[in-house]
């Protein structure tokens, strides 16, 4: 056992991972981040144990953020780890679908700080 958890930034934008770095830091959790869904899924193999949250970017090149979460939510060892979807205000009416489809949380662009860590606490399992 780590004893810490870790949360992971999925995110093709490097500004967007470095704030969510921040913050993830900031809770004294352990930072991972993959620019794509499909590193993602390779971190995850290795680390799906100690990873206590998800962070996930809706618009990604490649597999975006809905792919991940339906590949993630299909494979037993993910499934229990909690998503939250990290979204734009365009995608507001899709989040529904993102609920559906086993995400437990969402957060719309540009965020706060405080809005963030609410989330990340509100929303982080317990390892
Ligand atoms: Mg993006």
Do not use: C
């Not at 490097?14 to 899924?41: H, Q, S, W, Y």
């Not at 990604?60 to 990290?86: N, R, S, T, Y």
């Not at 734009?88 to 719309?108: C, D, F, K, M």
Request: proline letters at 3%; hydrophobic letters at 45%; zero cysteines.
């Amino acid at each position: 056992m780590s004893g810490i958890t870790k949360i992971l930034s999925v995110d093709d934008s490097a500004t967007m991972r470095k704030i969510v770095r921040g913050r993830v830091e900031a809770l004294n959790f352990e930072f991972l981040e993959a620019g794509d869904g499909r590193e993602a899924i390779s971190i995850m193999y290795r680390e799906y144990k100690n990873i206590g949250l998800i962070l996930l970017d809706w618009n990604m090149p490649g597999m975006d953020g809905m792919q991940f979460l339906q590949a993630a939510k299909k494979e037993a060892l993910f499934k229990p780890i909690p998503i939250i979807m990290v979204t734009s205000e365009g995608h507001r009416e899709s989040i529904v679908l993102a609920i559906q489809a086993g995400a437990t949380n969402y957060i719309i662009k540009p965020f706060t700080s405080d809005e963030i860590i609410k989330k990340i606490m509100t929303t982080v399992r317990k390892i």
